[in-house]
C-alpha cells in the first residue's frame, strides 16, 4: 500500500476475472476524499503468484522483475499526478485525479481564451451596467495583452495558471517601455486586466492573487487648463472655417458647463429645464458614470446654443459633434491660430469649467462636485489644489514688485 496525506493508493489482483491465460487483472485502487476508484493497469499474473501483502508478484515467478517494476513505475505516476494536484490552490476531486494519471486531465485554461469571453460578457452589459467606451478600453487592453505575450514570449496564448507577480510586473513594463504609455495610463490598463480577471481569481484559477504586491497608485498629476485671457482668445480668434468655429463654439460650451465629450454628444433638448423667469439649466446623468449633474446655463453658454437654433430657443439647437479623435486633432489647429501653447482637447474643457469657471470665482467645491457629475468630492477636490497652488504662484508674482 502506498499513502500519501488523505490519499491511499493499493495494488490487488482480482480474483473473479481471468484471460485465456488463467491469469488475473492487477488493479490500482486509489482512496481518496471518501471515494474509491479501480484502475486497469494492464498486467496481469497468476492469482498464486501475487503477494497480497507486498502488492507484487512473488520473486520465483520468472517474469516478477518485469511486472514489479512496472508497478513501481505506475504507482510513481500515481503519487506524481496527485502531486500535481495537490499543490494548486483550487480543489480537485477523485475523477480530476484519474483523468490526470490517464493524461486525460482537462485542458488547461488560456489567458487570452478566458479574457475574449470576459469580453463578450462585458459586451452583453454595455448600455446597462458599462458604457460603450469602456468596453472598448477592455477590448483594447486585451489587444495590448496579446501584443505583449507575442513580443515577450513568442506565444499567442499563456495557462492561465501560471500567471503571477512577476508576469504583471513585465507587462507593466511592457505598457511603459515598449508601448511608452505613461505611468497612469499603464495603470489603468492593469486595473481594466484584473477587473477581467477577478473571477478567474476568485474561483482559484489562478492562485495565489498575481496582483498583490503590485501598486496600482496613479500618481498625482497637475491638470491644466485655460485661463481666462486664453479663453478670451478663443473667442476673438478669426476662423474662416465654418467646421473650425463650430469645433470651438462646442469646445467653449465645454468650458462653460462641464460636459465631457461623451455627454455632449448625447445632448438634445430634453436636457434642458426652465424655471419662471425663463432660465435654464441642463439635467442630465452622466454617461460615464450614471451620477446626475444639474448645471445653470452662464450666458456664454446661451449665446452659443442661440447661435445653433432656428428658433432662439436654446431646446432647439442643433450641431454636429465629430468623432472626439477628429475633435481634438481641429483644436490643435484652433489653438495654434488663437496663440495657445496648450494642448488643446475637450477634457481640457472640463478642467477649465472647475477651475477658471467656477471655483476661481468662489463656487463652493460641493457644488462644482454636483455639476460635474462626481460621485465623490475626493474626485473634485484635486482642482482645489489646482486653484490655491496658482493663488499661490500668483500671489509670489505680487511679491517680487511689492517694496
Known amino acids: 500500500m502506498l499513502e500519501f496525506l488523505d490519499i491511499r493508493f493499493r495494488f490487488w489482483c482480482r480474483s473473479a476475472h481471468r484471460n485465456a491465460q488463467g491469469q488475473s487483472p492487477i488493479i490500482l485502487r486509489v482512496h481518496y476524499g471518501g471515494q474509491r476508484r479501480d484502475l486497469f493497469t494492464g498486467l496481469y499474473c497468476l492469482q498464486d503468484d501475487w503477494d497480497p501483502t507486498g502488492c507484487c508478484v512473488i520473486r520465483k515467478v520468472k517474469t516478477s522483475p518485469t511486472i514489479n517494476r512496472n508497478l513501481q513505475a505506475i504507482a510513481y505516476a500515481a503519487q506524481s499526478a496527485f502531486d500535481a494536484l495537490k499543490y494548486k490552490a483550487a480543489g480537485f476531486t477523485i475523477d480530476d485525479l484519474v483523468a490526470k494519471f490517464k493524461g486525460k486531465e482537462a485542458k488547461p485554461v488560456l489567458l487570452i481564451d478566458f479574457l475574449q469571453d470576459s469580453l463578450i460578457r462585458f459586451k452583453k452589459r454595455v448600455g446597462v451596467e458599462i458604457t460603450r467606451t469602456t468596453f472598448l478600453k477592455y477590448r483594447r487592453s486585451l489587444q495590448h495583452l496579446q501584443e505583449f505575450l507575442e513580443t515577450e514570449f513568442n506565444l499567442r496564448n499563456y495557462p492561465l495558471a501560471r500567471m503571477d507577480g512577476k508576469f504583471i510586473e513585465r507587462y507593466f513594463l511592457y505598457l511603459r517601455k515598449v508601448r511608452s504609455n505613461s505611468h497612469n495610463s499603464a495603470i489603468k490598463s492593469m486595473q481594466l486586466l484584473k477587473a477581467a480577471l477577478d473571477p478567474a481569481i476568485k474561483s482559484g484559477l489562478v492562485h495565489p492573487n498575481p496582483f498583490d504586491g503590485f501598486k496600482m497608485k496613479p500618481k498625482k498629476l497637475f491638470r491644466e487648463f485655460l485661463t481666462v485671457e486664453e479663453v478670451n482668445r478663443l473667442w476673438t480668434v478669426d476662423l474662416k472655417s465654418s467646421e473650425l468655429s463650430r469645433i470651438r463654439d462646442i469646445f467653449l460650451f465645454a468650458c462653460y458647463t462641464g460636459l465631457a465629450y461623451s455627454d455632449i454628444k448625447q445632448l438634445s433638448g430634453r436636457h434642458f429645464l426652465a424655471d419662471m423667469n425663463q432660465r435654464y439649466c441642463i439635467r442630465k ?31 432647439d439647437f442643433r450641431w454636429s459633434v465629430s468623432s472626439n479623435q477628429k475633435m481634438n486633432f481641429r483644436l490643435k489647429a484652433i489653438a495654434s491660430k488663437a496663440g495657445i501653447e496648450k494642448n488643446l482637447h475637450m477634457h481640457l474643457a472640463r478642467h477649465t469649467f472647475a477651475t477658471t469657471i467656477t471655483l476661481s470665482n468662489g463656487v463652493p467645491i460641493e457644488t462644482v462636485s454636483s455639476m460635474l457629475g462626481h460621485a465623490s468630492i475626493k474626485q473634485t477636490q484635486h482642482y482645489a489644489r489646482i486653484v490655491a497652488e496658482k493663488i499661490k504662484q500668483d500671489m509670489l508674482k505680487l511679491a517680487t514688485v511689492c517694496p
Do not use: W
Open 285 to 315: 446623468a452622466r454617461q460615464k458614470t450614471g451620477e446626475e449633474s444639474i448645471i445653470p446655463l452662464l450666458p456664454p453658454a446661451v449665446r452659443i446654443l442661440q447661435k445653433y437654433s432656428l428658433t432662439g430657443d436654446v431646446k
